[in-house]
């Protein structure tokens, strides 16, 4: 009888997936909102956003670097304590100096996309759990869970909200509600991850530990990183967040309506990102991301110059149909460029690199987003510099041959 391709462990990562990308969905659409009404200006929030993700940076730095040493369940357990932290301080302060402290110290998720250590633990213990031959296929359907768990939280966060406020709350105490849902999915997410088992950690740990938990392919991890930081900091002009702000700018849209078009976005980006096993098998992994990639960023581009609101959703779904198909490649391609004790550490070193490029732009997009006649220019700046990403990866990389890639 054929063994099935996920074991126990490997059905519990999933899950944890999809509690942990259900709070983020949920806090994403409601977040600018909710700050804004506690009395934060739009440069404010951006700020405040910027200075979150460095951060989780930080903590991401530190715990994933340990995680194959020092275990990546309990990494993974205090980094769930510290969403829970961070979920309580934002949902009973009005203070812009604790929101500080709390968004800097704890894991929050201003963009509905992966934040702190889970993802690249996650990753590396998922490579252990499952044959090499088969993970670019499991990572497309753990992006798959992720994208349908975003885009149901960004549902119920959003249509919570509304129902709320059509009662006798207020937008802030509706918000905050959702702010609180975020803190309990947090402690939700640390009960589950103590069920993880002996068979998720690293079987052979290196004899001696390597500066930042990486050694031979430290050169490669370090150029991948520059590129995923120019790609991420890109996207971080049009963070969901902020998006379904300019929704809200442009249109006039309502956070119940906002959660309903960032369901089918995220959806659709899950569903795409199935195909990328499938081409990369055909085409190779860095080619499968580059070619993928490239049309989504010119829609993106586009966004902002639909003259009506059904034009503008429509190409934004567009785009979130193509955009995630590079995802489970990129997490595949780290993945075979290093030793199974070093890959908790290269994709905490990568992903860094992407939450650090991510935490500079909101700064800039709030600036932006606080003058009325430059609200659409994040979505041309995240598009130009995205476009540059893919052709300096595609120059650098497309050739390059590895054993396990």
Known sequence: MREPLLQRDGRLLFLTRSVRLFAYGALA???????????????????????????????????????????????????AILMVAAGLTFAWTHSFLLLVVAGTIGVISPS?????????????????????????RVFAWYTLAGSFATASGSLCGGMLAHVLQRTAWTPLASYRVVVLLYAALGA????????????????????????????????????????????????????????????????????????????????????????????????????????????????????????????????????????????PTRQSYVMAVVRPEERSAAAGITGVARTTGAAIAPMFAGWMFARPSMISVPFFVAGALKVVYDLLLYRGFAGKRHPLS
């Open 29 to 79: 659409v409601v977040l600018v909102f909710y700050l804004t009404s506690l009395g934060l200006s739009a440069s404010q929030t951006g700020l405040l956003l910027t200075l979150t993700l460095i951060g989780d940076t930080a903590v991401s730095l530190y715990l994933t670097t340990r995680a194959d040493r020092l275990g990546r369940r309990r990494m993974l357990i205090v980094g």
């Open 112 to 136: 509905g996309n992966e934040v702190g250590p889970f993802l690249p633990i996650e990753q590396a213990a998922l490579s252990q759990v499952v044959p090499h031959d088969a993970r670019t």
């Open 188 to 327: 939700v997410l640390a009960l589950l991850f103590t069920g993880l088992s002996p068979a998720a950690e690293v079987r052979s740990p290196a004899a001696a530990p390597t500066r930042f938990g990486i050694g031979h392919a430290r050169d490669v991890v370090l150029r991948l990183s520059g590129l995923f930081a120019l790609d991420s900091f890109a996207g971080g002009f049009v963070v969901q967040s902020f998006a379904a702000y300019w929704f809200y700018l442009r249109f006039g849209v309502d956070p119940g309506a906002l959660g309903m078009i960032f369901f089918w976005a995220n959806l659709l980006a899950g569903v795409s990102a199935l195909l990328a096993s499938r081409l990369a098998a055909r085409f190779g992994l860095v080619k499968t991301m580059v070619f993928t990639h490239l049309p989504s960023n010119v829609l993106l581009v586009l966004v902002p110059l639909m003259p009506t609101l059904p034009l503008a959703i429509l190409v934004l779904l567009a785009r979130f149909s193509i955009s995630q198909m590079d995802v």
